[in-house]
């Protein structure tokens, strides 16, 4: 289970950003002032930061600024100006992207998981994930098994890299769908098993033992196992 770490000096924003994220898997920690914030990045590994520029006392681009000296866990900044200097601003103080409020499930989501997925790639050695016999190229999109590779589309490849990254873990349709469409919220849910579905013919063709791998969860989704 990922880890975020929420910075708002508002409770009911606290409360709404884990009421939207807590569904989807992740464990969340809250600050209500930068001080705290900071304190509790020290204290327990966090996967990534969402952090309220305004505030009182230490606004987030100075906590921003702050947690740079001492970690690169990935920044999203949420603020109610759309200016583009604040943009600007947040991402010259090391920020990796920028949320204007109001904002809705979906975006919260998508923006969470594209981060968290080029966080994840970039601290990858050598670009490679493997899982027993498996392993996953994000250099050529490809899933190779023993000696045999086989050549991924790029939803493919998201839907694979989501699963395998946190094998045993079952995935809902929506999560497949935020990892691997991001902000394309007007794909249809039902685009994902149709996915699954090619995925697994692929596979199948080229030898891969996917039955004992990629399985369905009846009534919610799909799992690595």
């Not at 947690?67 to 690169?72: H, L, P």
């Not at 000696?147 to 694979?160: G, R, S």
């Amino acid at each position: 289970m990922r880890t975020i770490l929420l910075v708002d000096d508002e409770q009911r924003m606290l409360d709404l950003l884990e009421l939207f994220l807590a569904p989807h898997g992740f464990k969340c920690l809250t600050a209500t002032n930068g001080k705290e914030g900071l304190e509790n990045l020290g204290k327990e590994k966090v996967h990534l930061v969402l952090l309220d520029v305004m505030m009182p006392d230490m606004d987030g681009w100075e906590v921003c600024r702050k947690i740079r000296r001492f970690s690169d866990v990935p920044v999203i900044m949420l603020t109610a100006r759309s200016d583009k200097s604040d943009l600007v601003k947040g991402l010259d103080n090391g920020a990796d992207d920028y949320i204007t409020k109001p904002f809705d499930e979906g975006e919260l989501t998508a923006r969470v998981n594209a981060v968290l997925r080029r966080y994840s790639t970039e601290e990858k050695d050598g670009q490679h994930t493997v899982y027993g016999d498996f392993v996953l190229n994000r250099d050529s999109y490809a899933l190779q098994h023993k000696n045999k590779d086989v050549q991924l589309t790029l939803k493919e490849f998201y839907i694979i890299e989501t699963l395998i990254t946190q094998p045993k873990r079952t995935f809902t349709r929506e999560q497949l769908l935020l990892a691997a469409w991001e902000y394309d919220t007007y794909t249809d849910i039902r685009t994902v098993d149709s996915h699954i579905r090619n995925l697994r013919e692929k596979l199948k063709i080229a030898g891969f033992p996917m039955d004992e791998f990629l399985k369905t969860v009846w009534g919610i989704g799909y799992k690595w196992y």
